[in-house]
T-cell receptor, first 115, second 111 residues
Framework: EAQVTQNPRYLITVTGKKLTVTCSQN?????MSWYRQDPGLGLRQIYY???????DKGDVPEGYKVSRKEKRNFPLILESPSPNQTSLYFC??????????????FGPGTRLTVL | SQELEQSPQSLIVQEGKNLTINCTSS?????LYWYKQKYGEGLIFLMM?????EEKSHEKITAKLDEKKQQSSLHITASQPSHAGIYLC???????????FGTGTRLTVIP
C-alpha cells in the first residue's frame, strides 16, 4: 500500500530534550516536506526536500533541522524543543517528475507536546 | 506574503442540505488543492484544479476554479454526517509543489 508513515504518532517531552520524528514513504517520491498545524494558523511548511541531500527552508524553519540521506526518509529533528513547538506535525511527499501539480500524500500526523 | 483566505471558518448544516466553501487568493495560483481532514488526523486529498474555469466532481463534491485562478469553491450536495471535518484549500507557490494552505473550514453536519 502506498503510504507515508510517521513515528511516533504521539509524543510528550520536556523543554530542551532533543527528539526526532521520523517520516518514511514507499512511493519513490523525490519531494518530501514537513508541516506544522496550529489552531487559527493552519498548515505551515517547515522544511522541504526536492531530492536526496537537497533540503530548503519553508515558512517556519526556526528551531528545526532536517536531513535527506535516503530518498524514502525525511526525519524532522528538534535539537532543543520549546513549548512553542507544541503542535501537530505532518510529513508529505509527492512525485514531482511524473507530471505537474501532483497530489501531495500526507502522513497521519504526529502530535507533539513540549512541557 | 501570499495568503489563502477560506470562508466561512466554520459551518453547521442539517443533513441533506447543500453547502459551499470558498477559497480566495490575492494572486494567481499555479494549482489549487482541496483536502479534507478529520479532527486531529491526516489529510485526505479530494481534488486538484489547475486551469482557469476548471471544474471537477467526485461523488457529491464539486470544486471549481475561476477563470483568473484566484478563487475556488467547494460545493457539497445533499450533505451527510460523513462529510464532517475540516476542509483545507492549498495552493502551489511556485509551481514546485511548495504548498501553502488556508486556515480551514470546520464543517459539522447534524443528522
Amino acid at each position: 500500500e502506498a503510504q507515508v508513515t510517521q513515528n511516533p504518532r504521539y509524543l510528550i517531552t520536556v523543554t530542551g530534550k532533543k527528539l526526532t520524528v521520523t517520516c518514511s514513504q514507499n512511493m519513490n517520491h523525490e519531494y518530501m516536506s514537513w508541516y506544522r498545524q496550529d489552531p487559527g494558523l493552519g498548515l505551515r511548511q517547515i522544511y522541504y526536500s526536492m531530492n536526496v541531500e537537497v533540503t530548503d527552508k519553508g515558512d517556519v524553519p526556526e528551531g528545526y533541522k532536517v536531513s535527506r540521506k535516503e530518498k524514502r526518509n525525511f526525519p524532522l529533528i528538534l535539537e532543543s524543543p520549546s513549548p512553542n513547538q507544541t503542535s501537530l506535525y505532518f510529513c508529505a511527499s509527492t512525485d514531482i517528475l511524473a507530471a505537474s501539480y501532483n497530489e501531495q500524500f500526507f502522513g497521519p500526523g504526529t502530535r507533539l507536546t513540549v512541557l | 506574503s501570499q495568503e489563502l483566505e477560506q470562508s466561512p471558518q466554520s459551518l453547521i448544516v442539517q443533513e441533506g442540505k447543500n453547502l459551499t466553501i470558498n477559497c480566495t487568493s490575492s494572486k494567481t495560483l499555479y494549482g489549487l488543492y482541496w483536502y479534507k481532514q478529520k479532527y486531529g488526523e491526516g489529510l485526505i486529498f479530494l481534488m486538484m484544479l489547475q486551469k482557469g474555469g476548471e471544474e471537477k466532481s467526485h461523488e457529491k463534491i464539486t470544486a471549481k476554479l475561476d477563470e483568473k485562478k484566484q478563487q475556488s469553491s467547494l460545493h457539497i450536495t445533499a450533505s451527510q454526517p460523513s462529510h464532517a471535518g475540516i476542509y483545507l484549500c492549498g495552493a502551489d507557490k511556485t509551481g514546485a509543489n511548495n504548498l501553502f494552505f488556508g486556515t480551514g473550514t470546520r464543517l459539522t453536519v447534524i443528522p
